[in-house]
């Protein structure tokens, strides 16, 4: 079975930091691109950052370029996110999720970014 765990989210003024994490088992979490998806309240999901199998290639959401960073420990399973330079409009649930395309995803983290 599938599991995606993820956790470090909170509440950050803005311009605060964040670093998210995802711990997944179930599944050979190497041979998988994993991606960070998110949804604000009352919107859709959003693709945030995805990481290609391998952790070479790295692609982001206009909206998250420069401020956030994906990467991935494929020893422990693990998939994270750094969240720098946080804005108000980065105040969403956090989901990881396996795969490009498609797959399974985790419970989520919420992230809220006030003063």
């Known amino acids: 079975e599938v599991q995606l765990v993820e956790s470090g989210g909170g509440l950050v003024e803005p311009g605060g930091s964040l670093r998210l994490s995802c711990a997944a088992s179930?599944?050979?979490?190497?041979?998988?691109?994993m991606r960070w998806v998110r949804q604000a309240p009352g919107k859709g999901f959003e693709w945030v950052p995805s990481?290609?199998?391998?952790?070479?290639?790295?692609d982001y959401a206009s909206s998250v370029k420069g401020r956030f960073t994906i990467s991935r420990d494929d020893a422990k399973n693990m998939l994270y996110l750094q969240l720098n330079s946080l804005r108000t409009e980065d105040t969403a649930m956090y989901y990881c999720?396996?795969?490009?395309?498609?797959?399974?995803r985790g419970q989520g983290t919420q992230v809220t970014v006030s003063s």
């Open positions: 179930g599944f050979t979490f190497s041979n998988y691109g």
């Open positions: 999720v396996r795969g490009i395309t498609g797959g399974e």
């Open positions: 990481i290609k199998r391998g952790g070479g290639i790295k």
